[in-house]
């Protein structure tokens, strides 16, 4: 299989307040995100990073996406450095994040045509594009009701079909079902599979050891930032189920005090 995204050494850390390290209720002042993450992921295939809440999936993926840079490290996602080249890099990723907030005064279709002339899309193609998105998500029925109306649900699907907008042949979810009804996360995952059935590449972050079972051809298992764990998901599960495999590996790297 064809290397696609190569991270090697991705590593991030943060400053935090007074006040983060009372939430947090730890004494630190600095912590690190992602230490020395370092994995690949193959063209056609749906890649998985699996760990708990706080694991570092979110900032490894948001280093990928070039939305922040690493501390050291790089990647290269199809040929382009995250580094050195982001703005190519942006150009052929879709990202989409649960916080990703749309402007509540804006409707989707409205939403759907700011980011496709963002991206320099023929009129032509971005019409007939928003079209099929729009009625295979049902957003076509909301398509003019503003952003703040929509339901939780129809606002992720807005968000979906905006990752979308130029057709990228790599995506990148971070927690694709995090906070949908059953119904709205499986015409998610059926669509991640429908994709990866056109030749895109996924990667996607989750806790959820199901939806890596079901849509996964690789995984990583991230635990206190670091890849405890990275292969096919054959590999990982051929003595264990997924789950059993996690456990073991959190018993033995989630110990001392929580990030």
């Known amino acids: 299989m064809n290397v696609i995204l190569k991270a090697e050494g991705l590593t991030k850390t943060f400053r935090l307040s007074a006040k983060q390290q ?18 690949e992921a193959h063209k056609g295939e749906i890649y998985g990073l699996l760990g708990p809440n706080g694991a570092g999936k979110t900032t490894t993926l948001r280093m990928l996406a070039t939305i922040i840079k690493p501390d050291s490290g790089d990647a290269i996602v199809d040929g382009s ?48 594009r928003k079209q099929k998105l729009f009625e295979k998500f049902g957003v076509d029925k909301f398509a003019e009701v503003k952003i703040a109306n929509l339901s939780t649900g129809m606002k992720q699907k807005t968000s979906l079909v905006i990752s979308l907008v130029h ?8 927690e694709p079902t995090n906070g949908l009804d059953v ?10 599979l429908e994709l990866k059935s056109q030749g895109k590449s996924i990667i996607l972050s989750t806790h959820i050891f199901s939806l890596v079972e079901k849509l996964c051809d ?9 890849m405890v764990a990275c292969d096919t998901l054959e590999n990982l599960t051929w003595k264990k189920p997924l789950e059993d495999i996690f456990f073991d590996l959190y018993s033995e790297n989630a110990g001392g005090e929580e990030q």
């Open 22 to 39: 009372k939430l947090q209720n730890t004494k630190k002042k600095v912590i690190t995100a992602a230490d020395n993450v370092s994995f």
């Open 81 to 128: 450095s995250i580094l050195t080249e982001p703005v190519q890099v942006r150009s052929k990723i879709g990202f989409l994040t649960s916080e990703l907030k749309l402007e509540d005064f804006f409707t989707p279709n409205y939403m759907y045509d700011f980011f496709s002339k963002l991206h320099h899309i023929d009129q032509v193609i971005a019409e007939s």
């Open 167 to 174: 057709d990228p042949n790599i995506i990148i979810f971070d």
């Open 183 to 192: 119904i709205t996360a499986k015409v998610v995952t059926d669509f991640l």
């Open 218 to 226: 690789r995984a990583g298992i991230i635990i206190k930032g670091k």
